[in-house]
């Protein structure tokens, strides 16, 4: 897989439950590792080669599904932590950012509560924040919508395209819904039994021909929201790339 981005861009990479989308994401800031094969992000390496490690760690950043926020922090030093130690800022530089990022993200005047008086939206626009504030140039996102309700998925997307258009920061996100697609990515890749199986151009000229089935919903889905147009879906059978 070579040059699925143009930055800043939103790619999705979509797939069932199992498919291997996590453990892709995971292994592009060297939470998983890879078997073969070469990972560059932004010329960086990702190996295991500590002084590479630590180049790839400040320039990206992660969202796990879970939050994974430090429950025995407050939201302001969840977010003024990473800047601190990899950045070297001061705590006032930390806490200026961290401000900047929470008043982005909405939630300026919860900066002295701790995760557990938040709602699950919160806590997902702080982990944002937080994943945001070393100043990544690549944000990872595993499932960010996945616990979340309509009205705060809804929420939760705006805001990621708010910081990809506004930061210039390129997202990557991993989800099994299709929703996200809809709403934020120009690129779709879909991904099933770890293996990548297409990528969908869903702004360009020509039109769809998708070949998974996943990709076949995709394609119904967007001919119901554009009126049939645009959208080419195949019969079911067994097709090549």
């Known amino acids: 897989m070579n040059n699925m981005q143009k930055k800043p861009e939103i790619i999705v990479f979509a797939g069932p439950n199992g498919s291997g989308k996590s453990t892709f994401l995971r292994m592009l800031n060297r939470l998983e590792r890879h078997d073969a094969g070469r990972i560059l992000i932004d010329g960086i390496e990702v190996s295991d080669d500590r002084h590479k490690l630590d180049a790839l760690r400040q320039e990206v ?11 025995h922090l407050s939201v302001l030093d969840n977010l003024t932590l990473a800047p601190r130690r990899i950045r070297g800022l001061s705590r006032q530089e930390a806490n200026e950012r961290a401000m900047a ?20 939206g919160q806590q997902q626009r702080v982990a944002i924040a937080r994943a945001l504030a070393p100043e990544p140039s690549v944000l990872l996102c595993d499932e960010p919508t996945s616990a979340l309700d309509t009205e705060t998925t809804r929420s939760v997307l705006a805001t990621l395209k708010d910081i990809n258009q506004k930061l210039g920061v390129t997202i990557v996100i991993v989800t099994h819904e ?4 809809h709403a934020l990515c120009r690129q779709a890749a879909v991904v099933e039994q770890g293996v ?29 929201a ?14 090549g790339i």
């Open 196 to 224: 990548l199986v297409e990528r969908l151009d869903l702004e360009g000229t020509a039109p769809l021909a998708p070949v998974s089935a996943l990709g076949r919903e995709l394609a119904r889905q967007m001919a119901s």
């Open 226 to 239: 554009q009126g049939g147009q645009g959208v080419v879906v195949p019969g079911e059978g067994t097709h």
């Open 61 to 71: 950043g992660m969202v796990f599904q879970q939050f994974n926020l430090f429950s």
């Open 178 to 181: 299709l929703s996200v697609v």
């Open 101 to 120: 990022l929470l008043t982005r993200v909405g939630l300026e005047a919860h900066a002295h509560k701790f995760p557990h008086a938040l709602s699950g």
